[in-house]
C-alpha cells in the first residue's frame, strides 16, 4: 500500500471486521452461559464443553473447506450463472471472487501482506458458523454425546449454512436472481436453518426423560440456574450488535461497482452490496429487539426466560429487512414474529413430544422463518441487488424481492438444508449407536464421575482448618 | 524456511513482490501443512470417540439414581 487514502481504507476495513469478530465472540459466551443456566447442575460441565469444543472444531472445518464452500456454490452449482463468469459450474476459475483463492492451501489463507481482508472477512463469517452450531446445541442438551454433537456442529456449521450463505447472501447467489431472495441480517441464512435443523436432531434424538408423563402432557423443566440465563443473554444480545456490524461492508464506491460512468458513491452496504447505514439498521435492531421484549412480555405472562428469549426472537424475525425497514415495521414485525413462534413452540412441543430445552427451534427456526416471509410483503418490489433487476425465475438477472420468492426461500432455508440434512444426519449417528447417552448415564447425570472424582478433596479442603 | 531475511531488502523489491506471503514456508509447505491438519482433526474425532464411549459405558454399568449426584456435592 503506498498511497495514504487507499491504506486508511484498507486498514479501518480490516479493523472493522476485526472488532465484529471480538464483539460477536460475545455471541458464544452467552450461548454457553445461557445453556449451562438451563442445564441441570448434574450435567453442567458437559454441557458446557460440548459447547465450547464446537469452537475447535467448526474453526478447523471452517478452515479446511467451509470457507471454500461458500465462494464456490453461489450457482448451485448449476442453477443460475454467474455474473462473474457467465457459467453455472462451481466458481474454482480465475474470477475476482472465485473459491480456487480460498483454498486452505492458498497462499491468501495466511499472512500475506497483499491481503488485509480475507483473515478478518473469514473470521467474520467463522463466527456466524458457531452462531449456527450454538443454536442447535442448546435445543439438544442433557443427552447428546459430545461425539454425535461434534459431527452435527460440523455438519451445520461449516456446511450446510455455507452452502445457504453461498445461495442467498453471496451477491452472486442463484437465489436472488431466480426468487429475489432477500435477507440482509439473516432470519433465514443463519436463523431459520439452525433451527430447522436443530428440529430435524430433535425428531430422532427424543426428549429429556420425564419431560412427558406417561400420558403425554409435557413438564417444565425450567432453568436451573436464571442469572446465568439472563447474563447469557444480555450478552448474545450485545455479541448480535457485532453481528450485524458483520454483515455490512463498512464503506465501499458502488458508481463503478455497478458500472455507472463517472459516478462516485462512497456508502456502507448490506452483504448484497447494496446501500444502507450502519446508523438506519442501530434504529431497527433497537426497535425490533423492543417489539420482541414487549410482545414476550406479554404473550409469557412475564416469564423471564420467554421474555428475553422473546427480545432476540423479535431481532432475528425483522432481520431479513432491517436494512430497509421503518423502525416502526421493525417494532411491529418482531412482534409477530414472538407471538408466532411462542405459540408454534408449544404446539409442536405438545403434539409431537418435541423437547427443545431452550426453545431454540422457536426463537430461532419458527421467528426466522416468519421473518422472512413477512419480508417478502413488505419490502415488495425492492430490488434484491444492485447490479440489475430482472424476472423472477429468469436467472440471468436478478428478480425483485417478492413474497412467493420469500416463502420459498424460507422453506430451502428452514426445511431443504435444515430441517432434513438434521434429521438425516441425526438417523445415521442413531443407527450407529452414537447418538444419544445411555439411559442410565442420563439418569445418574453426565458429570457424575467428574463430581464423584473431585468429592474426597472437595470434603478435605471444606474441613481443612490450616 | 524462512520467507523473509532482511525486512529493509524485502520492502525495496517491487511492490508486487512485497505483497505476498511471508509466513516461513510459503510456496512450498501449504499442502503438506494442510494435509497434517487433517489427520490432526480427524485424529482428535477417533481418539474422543472411543474415550467417551469408555466412559459412557463405565458410568452407565454403574446404574446410580437420578439423585445419587447429590452425595457429591460438597458444600465448600
Not at chain 1, 443427552?143 to 460440523?154: E, K, M, N, Q
Not at chain 1, 420467554?306 to 417494532?331: E, F, K, R
Request: aromatic share 14%.
Amino acid at each position: 500500500m503506498t498511497d495514504q487514502l487507499g491504506a486508511l481504507t484498507t486498514i479501518f476495513t480490516e479493523f472493522y471486521y476485526w472488532v465484529t469478530v471480538v464483539l460477536m465472540f460475545l455471541i458464544h459466551v452467552g450461548f454457553c452461559m445461557y445453556e449451562v443456566g438451563a442445564s441441570r447442575y448434574k450435567h453442567h460441565q458437559h454441557t458446557l464443553m460440548k459447547n465450547t469444543m464446537l469452537i475447535p472444531l467448526v474453526t478447523v472445518t471452517w478452515f479446511f473447506f467451509g470457507w471454500w464452500i461458500y465462494w464456490a456454490f453461489p450457482t448451485g452449482p448449476g442453477i443460475a450463472p454467474s455474473i462473474m463468469n457467465e457459467s453455472t459450474a462451481l466458481i474454482t476459475d480465475e474470477s475476482t471472487f472465485s473459491a480456487k483463492w480460498y483454498l486452505a492451501n492458498t497462499e491468501y489463507m495466511a499472512i500475506n501482506l497483499g491481503d488485509h481482508i480475507s483473515g478478518v472477512f473469514w473470521a467474520a463469517f467463522l463466527l456466524f458458523s458457531w452462531t449456527a452450531a450454538s443454536i442447535v446445541s442448546g435445543a439438544i442438551i442433557e443427552r447428546i454425546t459430545t461425539f454425535a454433537f461434534g459431527i452435527l456442529a460440523i455438519a451445520i456449521g461449516s456446511v450446510f449454512w455455507t452452502i445457504d450463505a453461498a445461495w442467498g447472501w453471496h451477491f452472486d447467489g442463484w437465489m436472488l436472481k431466480i426468487l429475489g431472495y432477500h435477507d440482509a441480517y439473516a432470519s433465514g441464512v443463519i436463523h431459520a436453518i439452525a433451527g430447522g435443523f436443530a428440529l430435524g436432531v430433535l425428531c430422532v434424538l427424543g426428549p429429556r426423560i420425564g419431560k412427558f408423563s406417561s400420558s403425554g402432557e409435557p413438564r417444565n423443566i425450567g432453568p436451573r440456574n436464571p442469572w446465568l440465563v439472563t447474563v447469557g443473554l444480555f450478552l448474545i444480545y450485545t455479541g448480535f450488535w457485532g453481528f450485524y456490524a458483520a454483515c455490512n461492508i463498512p464503506i465501499f464506491d458502488l458508481g463503478p461497482e455497478y458500472g455507472m460512468e463517472g459516478v462516485t458513491y462512497w456508502t456502507a452496504t448490506n452483504i448484497y452490496v447494496t446501500p444502507t447505514t450502519l446508523s438506519g439498521i442501530t434504529f431497527n435492531f433497537l426497535m425490533s429487539l423492543s417489539g420482541g421484549l414487549l410482545a414476550g412480555y406479554w404473550i409469557a405472562k412475564g416469564d423471564p426466560f420467554w421474555t428475553y428469549s422473546s427480545g432476540l426472537a423479535g431481532v432475528i424475525c425483522a432481520s431479513a429487512g432491517n436494512d430497509l425497514y421503518h423502525p416502526i415495521q421493525a417494532m411491529i414485525i418482531g412482534m409477530i414474529g414472538v407471538v408466532i413462534a411462542y405459540k408454534l413452540h408449544y404446539w409442536v412441543e405438545r403434539k409431537f413430544k418435541i423437547d427443545d430445552a431452550v426453545g431454540a427451534v422457536a426463537v430461532h427456526g419458527y421467528a426466522g422463518f416468519v421473518g422472512l416471509v413477512i419480508c417478502g410483503f413488505v419490502l415488495n418490489g425492492y430490488p434484491s441487488s444492485g447490479y440489475s433487476v430482472g424476472a423472477m425465475w429468469d436467472g440471468t438477472t436478478y428478480a425483485t424481492i417478492n413474497p412467493l420468492g420469500q416463502f420459498l426461500g424460507a422453506i430451502i432455508m428452514f426445511g431443504v438444508l435444515g430441517m432434513l440434512p438434521g434429521y438425516v444426519i441425526a438417523k445415521v449417528l442413531h443407527g450407529m449407536g452414537k447418538l444419544r447417552i445411555p439411559r442410565d448415564v442420563e439418569i445418574a447425570g453426565l458429570d457424575y464421575e467428574m463430581m464423584e472424582s473431585a468429592k474426597k478433596d472437595e470434603r478435605a479442603v471444606s474441613s481443612a482448618t490450616r | 524456511m524462512a520467507t523473509v531475511t532482511n525486512w529493509i531488502d524485502h520492502l525495496n523489491k517491487p511492490a508486487e513482490e512485497v505483497a505476498g506471503a511471508v509466513y516461513p514456508g510459503a510456496g512450498s509447505m501449504e499442502t503438506t501443512l494442510v494435509i497434517i491438519g487433517i489427520v490432526l482433526w480427524l485424529g482428535w474425532h477417533v481418539l474422543t470417540a472411543r474415550s467417551e464411549s469408555e466412559e459412557l459405558s463405565r458410568l452407565s454399568r454403574k446404574r446410580h439414581g437420578a439423585n445419587d449426584h447429590k452425595s457429591n456435592v460438597t458444600e465448600w
